[in-house]
């Protein structure tokens, strides 16, 4: 079975920290995701990664950043935290080999910015 | 932009009955669609995958249907069962890696 770790399921930090969620999946995929859920407005993309060193912006990437040092490692960086980034934070993973691979999650990580 | 919508939010079944969750998108240019399955507090599980070429997948009690040309979805589970209480996401693939989600239907099975 596909295996996606996030490092904490629950944070609580305090605004202009600069906060670090960790993801590691051990399957060898080339891709990696990290979204935000917010009750209302549903799972909506910040960044993806496909492949080392590589990254994309998705629909929401201000206030954020990433990082994809090895394969099976991919940080989300939170330069200076505000109150607006409370939020569930998902990772994902999926192989690169054609349109029809389907994404694995993690386990969420649950942020409070205070 | 594509729009995933899901209709009810929320809906609740006696045990034994079959549920049948709707999905709908505005872009028929997909490559595929997801369901998944999220508990409280919890990830997204996958539960089944139909590629864009395709009219139905089945994996034991569910069976999701594929009109891509009416731009609709839809998740059957048989006989529903306490267990199967949870939130139902789908989602489509378009463009470079991009998966659009709906909001979910929130499903509770009552014993």
């Known amino acids: 079975d596909v295996k996606v770790t996030q490092s904490s399921r629950y944070l609580v930090k305090r605004t202009g920290e600069k906060v670090f969620l960790e993801c590691v999946q051990d399957?060898?995929?080339?891709?990696m995701f990290w979204y935000r859920q917010d009750p209302g407005l549903g799972l909506r993309l910040i960044y993806f990664?496909?492949?080392?060193?590589?990254?994309e912006k998705g629909d929401i990437p201000e206030g954020y950043s990433v990082s994809r040092e090895k394969k099976e490692r991919f940080s989300l960086i939170l330069e200076s935290a505000s109150t607006n980034q409370t939020s569930m934070y998902l990772c994902?993973?999926?192989?690169?080999?054609?349109?029809?691979?389907?994404?694995?999650f993690g386990d969420g990580t649950r942020l409070s910015i205070l | 932009k594509q729009e995933v919508t899901q209709i009810p939010a929320a809906l609740s079944v006696p045990e034994g009955e079959n549920l049948v969750l709707n999905c709908s998108f505005t872009?028929?240019?997909?490559?595929?669609l997801q369901w998944f399955r999220q508990d409280p507090g919890k990830g997204l599980t996958s539960l089944l995958l139909?590629?864009?070429?395709?009219r139905e997948q089945t994996s034991g009690r569910l069976n999701a249907s594929l009109d891509k040309s009416s731009g609709r979805s839809t998740l059957y589970i048989a006989a529903s069962q306490p267990g199967d209480s949870a939130t139902y996401l789908c989602?489509?693939?378009?463009?470079?890696?991009?998966?659009?989600f709906g909001k979910g239907n929130q499903v509770v099975v009552i014993p």
């Open positions: 994902a993973s999926s192989f690169h080999r054609g349109p029809n691979q389907p994404q694995h």
């Open positions: 872009d028929s240019a997909i490559y595929n």
């Open positions: 990664s496909y492949d080392v060193k590589m990254k």
């Open positions: 989602a489509v693939r378009y463009g470079n890696n991009r998966l659009a």
């Open positions: 139909i590629q864009s070429s395709q």
């Open positions: 399957m060898d995929h080339e891709n």
